[in-house]
């Protein structure tokens, strides 16, 4: 026999997913549909049956190939500029940061056609910049590969620099703290010390901006134009693939969202940890 009063017994949390209100399921059931059943309708209605003849074009593989490098090549030099831009937005503090931040991040919400507009009238022949480039040296960087490259980059970049930020701000500083009082200069302890941290944040966002650069068509027709061989990467074989050969089309689409499923496989650990 118990002596005094009972200590009342906690309420057991109820498991979730029982008990949804039909307010809420009903318009989930359909935001649900409204972006699955378009891949659906892409993989009902591929040609299955000719898909390897239309994947093993040489037109196919020389824009998975264009597209392959540019987008590696976009996400290196993203790599280059971006892990510092970062480590100067979660580490630094200056006038102006956060309209610094706000300005590298505005590519994640521009149309991209308007980026590409803006390279033009900055790296174009006649551009702020690009006039400089073609008179000096004699660089012309609009309806090149390089110019594909840079369009990728431009797009691609803010999505390195947010993870890779995220991570820093998330990196206990006493690291790099403890480094300096041992005689580490900043660069010495940002690269023996930061770099190994951030490590993981820097992999995902340098995977996100790769994917992102692979499916960069707005700004890359823009700026530099859709020419096999030279600037015609996969996203753009689609559009043109689709106004004469609506199965290439859809075969290309294919490998794009093999693509896509494969990124997000290989990020899922990173965004779909419980808690």
Same mark, same amino acid.
């Given at each position: 026999?118990?002596?005094g009063?009972?200590?009342?017994r906690?309420?057991?949390?109820?498991?979730?997913?029982?008990?949804v209100p039909l307010?809420?399921l009903?318009?989930?059931l359909?935001?649900l549909?409204f972006l699955?059943v378009?891949?659906l309708?892409?993989?009902l209605?591929?040609?299955?049956?000719?898909?390897p003849?239309?994947?093993?074009s040489?037109?196919v593989?020389e824009?998975l190939?264009?597209?392959?490098?540019?987008?590696?090549?976009?996400?290196?030099?993203?790599?280059v500029v971006g892990?510092?831009l970062?480590?100067?937005?979660?580490?630094?503090?200056?006038?102006?940061?956060g309209?610094?931040r706000?300005l590298v991040?505005l590519?994640?919400?521009l149309p991209p056609?308007v980026g590409g507009v803006a390279l033009?009238?900055?790296?174009?022949?006649?551009?702020?910049?690009?006039?400089?480039?073609?008179?000096w040296f004699g660089?012309?960087l609009?309806?090149?590969?390089?110019?594909v490259?840079?369009?990728?980059?431009?797009?691609?970049?803010?999505?390195?620099?947010i993870?890779?930020?995220?991570?820093?701000?998330?990196?206990?500083?006493?690291f790099?703290?403890?480094a300096a009082t041992?005689?580490?200069?900043?660069? *010495?302890?940002?690269?023996? #010390?930061t &770099?190994? +941290?951030?490590a993981p944040?820097? $992999?995902?966002? =340098?995977v996100l901006?790769?994917a992102?650069?692979l499916?960069?068509f707005?700004a890359?027709i823009?700026f530099a134009?859709?020419?096999?061989?030279r600037?015609? *990467?996969?996203?753009?074989? #689609?559009? &043109?693939? +689709?106004?004469?050969d609506?199965? $290439?089309a859809? =075969?290309?689409?294919?490998?794009l969202?093999?693509?896509?499923?494969?990124v997000?496989?290989g990020?899922?650990?990173?965004w779909?940890?419980?808690?």
């Amino acid at each position: 026999m118990t002596t005094g009063a009972e200590t009342p017994r906690k309420a057991r949390p109820r498991p979730p997913g029982r008990g949804v209100p039909l307010a809420l399921l009903a318009p989930a059931l359909v935001g649900l549909a409204f972006l699955l059943v378009p891949l659906l309708a892409l993989l009902l209605r591929a040609p299955w049956r000719s898909l390897p003849e239309q994947l093993t074009s040489p037109e196919v593989w020389e824009a998975l190939r264009l597209s392959l490098f540019c987008a590696t090549a976009a996400t290196a030099l993203s790599l280059v500029v971006g892990v510092p831009l970062a480590w100067l937005l979660a580490r630094t503090d200056f006038p102006g940061r956060g309209l610094l931040r706000a300005l590298v991040t505005l590519p994640l919400v521009l149309p991209p056609v308007v980026g590409g507009v803006a390279l033009l009238l900055a790296l174009g022949r006649n551009g702020v910049v690009g006039q400089w480039l073609d008179a000096w040296f004699g660089v012309t960087l609009p309806f090149t590969t390089a110019g594909v490259v840079l369009a990728e980059t431009f797009v691609a970049m803010p999505f390195l620099v947010i993870s890779v930020e995220g991570t820093l701000r998330a990196a206990d500083p006493r690291f790099e703290e403890a480094a300096a009082t041992l005689g580490a200069s900043r660069f *010495t302890a940002f690269r023996r #010390v930061t &770099l190994p +941290l951030i490590a993981p944040g820097i $992999a995902a966002g =340098a995977v996100l901006a790769w994917a992102r650069a692979l499916g960069e068509f707005g700004a890359t027709i823009t700026f530099a134009g859709n020419f096999p061989g030279r600037t015609q *990467t996969m996203p753009l074989a #689609v559009y &043109l693939a +689709l106004q004469n050969d609506p199965a $290439a089309a859809i =075969a290309l689409s294919l490998v794009l969202l093999a693509v896509s499923i494969a990124v997000l496989a290989g990020l899922r650990d990173r965004w779909m940890r419980t808690v």
